[in-house]
């Protein structure tokens, strides 16, 4: 008797993987992963930068320079805080210009905190500003 129950046991097993829970267990770590993750809007701006082009025109001596230099920020040499830079800004009424005429000019040094440079560059871009960027060849 011992012999057929082995031969019967041997018979019953196949080489195949048991695969049907797999769709459950999937379908758990979906719910898991969409109840567990949470959604962050990021806060980005729109800014439309100038192209890279020289025009034969030169900028006049008028255009707003703004200077990030460390933590201080400087409009046109004067220093102010990012609250009256954007009044500054407000006050260009930058939105009725031609676009050539919204040109901002950004130059930053460096050790400028990033949190400056993405508040003005914030400031420039929602008083419809365009800006330009001033890099050293150096």
Not at 7 to 28: M, N, Q, V, Y
Not at 35 to 44: E, M, N, R, Y
Not at 55 to 60: E, H, R, V
Not at 82 to 102: F, M, Q, T, Y
Request: aromatic share 8%; charged share 25%; hydrophobic share 35%.
């Amino acid at each position: 008797m011992s012999r057929k129950r082995y031969s019967k046991e041997k018979k019953h097993r196949s080489g195949e993987i048991p695969t049907g829970s797999f769709s459950d267990i999937a379908f758990l770590l979906i719910i898991y992963f969409l109840v567990a993750t949470t959604l962050v809007k990021v806060k980005t701006i729109a800014a439309d930068l100038p192209s890279g082009e020289k025009s034969s025109q030169t900028q006049s001596d008028k255009t707003p320079i703004v200077n990030l230099r460390g933590s201080e920020i400087f409009f046109n040499d004067k220093k102010v805080s990012v609250d009256l830079l954007n009044e500054r800004l407000a006050e260009l009424n930058l939105g009725e210009k031609i676009p050539s005429k919204r040109v901002i000019m950004l130059e930053s040094t460096k050790g400028t905190p990033y949190e400056n440079y993405f508040q003005v560059l914030a400031g420039i871009s929602a008083n419809q500003g365009v800006v330009a960027i001033v890099e050293d060849d150096k």
